[in-house]
């Protein structure tokens, strides 16, 4: 469940430019605490994010970054192939994934 919440926020991140965390805790229901852990596991993992205070805050992916500018090993492919298959989403919107990821 955690990997699926920490792929679902990476997606939900790449559709916007900025997103309150409070939205994506909504979203996923979980904490805002819980969101920022994930944000902090997505840096770890090579993934730049970050956050801004204030009215207009919230967190977002660093506009340099793009999706398959990340350095996946055929393991890591695989898992996230089988993440995308398993979501409950249309085929269209599975390729689209696996086509943005490059896998």
Excluded: C, Q, W
Excluded at 30 to 50: D, K, N, Q, W
Excluded at 53 to 75: A, H, I, R
């Amino acid at each position: 469940m955690k990997k699926y919440l920490i792929f679902a926020i990476l997606l939900e991140l790449g559709k916007h430019d900025i997103v309150p965390a409070k939205v994506l805790a909504d979203k996923f229901e979980i904490s805002t605490r819980s969101v920022f852990r994930y944000l902090s596991e997505l840096e770890s993992a090579g993934i730049p994010t970050f956050s801004k205070l204030g009215k207009n805050g919230g967190v977002g992916l660093k506009k340099n970054f793009t999706l398959e500018s990340l350095l996946l090993s055929e393991s890591d492919k695989t898992f996230l192939k089988s993440v995308i298959n398993s979501l409950n989403v249309d085929d269209s919107k599975k390729k689209y994934y696996i086509e943005k990821l490059l896998l």
